[in-house]
């Protein structure tokens, strides 16, 4: 699995652009890559349920997953009311996250984990504003509502989401010094002997 991941400020570069792009659309494409976005949560969440082994982190990522299809749901119904009979639309902006998940891939090592979660992390800050924004633009409040409800989901996600990055990228560091102790120990007895 091919997969390119970028620093943290790269991010938020790249979601800001994704966002500025989106917002400009009409509604119903708006609505089209919202859905497309939930569904591209649902397949990162279960990727990382089937992955992780870490009891509570699995178990989170399964309501994660269980949060998602519901607010794939409730978008898909507001669609229905504002646009009856139409289908969403096929969007050709890049939706996140942005990975094919190869059945195959095993999160092997803590560097795979961090590289998974900064991709959900870019998808729950796009998902957060993109919803905050279309709520934004509502004049009936039952809508209103929903979509910052359902910005204030995706902004505890990433929330769960960059506690766990954090965590992980901390142990990172760790096993990342005690690795090049050892070879700094083997170079030395190596010039000594």
Known sequence: MKQTFEKEGEIEERV????????KKPLKEILSYALKGEEDAIRLYSFLYEKIEEPHS???FKQFMKGEKAHKEKILHIF????????????EIETLPKIIIDDKFKLKTVGDYLDVLEVAMEAERLAERMYKFVG????????????FALSNDEKRHYDFVKSQYDFYRR??????????IDKLLQDREGNIG
């Open 136 to 147: 934004e633009s509502f004049t009936k409040k039952e809508y209103k509502e929903l979509f």
């Open 16 to 23: 800001m652009k994704i966002f500025q792009e989106i917002v």
């Open 80 to 91: 229905g009311e504002l646009f009856p009979n139409e289908e969403p639309e096929k969007m």
């Open 58 to 60: 699995r178990k989170r």
């Open 171 to 180: 142990a990172k560091v760790e096993e990342d010094l005690h690795k090049l």
